[in-house]
């Protein structure tokens, strides 16, 4: 196959990809939740916690209402040299896997505290035997 034949082709490909799923027609970040709303091409909308994704952590409102549409299927922030492919966010992946394992088990609440407390009161964890 020649190469502008391929190019034809994959162009074709791709063409036909963009039509069978959606991608993002707008963003936007609501200050009052602290999440940012994307809106899908096939009209559904998707939210999560802002400052919950790598780079974005120590985010102002202000910088985080600059969020940009970048292509079909990423978002990004020029201000803050982010940027966050959708179809990541909506499988759960805010950032790279060592941002990720960072962030495991930072949850606080009330029944984790009183876990740990109980688990305390028994001596704590078992050391490991090698």
Do not use: H
């Not at 963009?18 to 096939?42: C, F, M, Q, W």
């Not at 492919?85 to 394992?101: N, S, Y």
């Amino acid at each position: 196959m020649a190469r502008s034949e391929e190019l034809k082709s994959a162009r074709e490909a791709g063409d036909a990809y963009a039509k069978a799923t959606p991608g993002v027609s707008a963003a936007g970040y609501d200050a009052t939740t602290g999440r940012i709303t994307i809106e899908l091409t096939n009209g559904a909308r998707f939210e999560f916690p802002a400052r919950k994704i790598q780079g974005l952590q120590n985010a102002t409102d202000a910088q985080l209402a600059k969020v940009e549409r970048m292509g079909r299927y990423a978002l990004c922030w020029d201000d803050l040299n982010a940027d966050i492919l959708v179809p990541e966010l909506m499988a759960g992946i805010f950032g790279t896997r060592a941002f990720m394992a960072s962030q495991a088990g930072k949850t606080l609440s009330a029944a984790k505290s009183a876990a740990a407390r109980r688990n305390g009161a028994k001596g704590g964890r078992p050391r490991k035997v090698a």
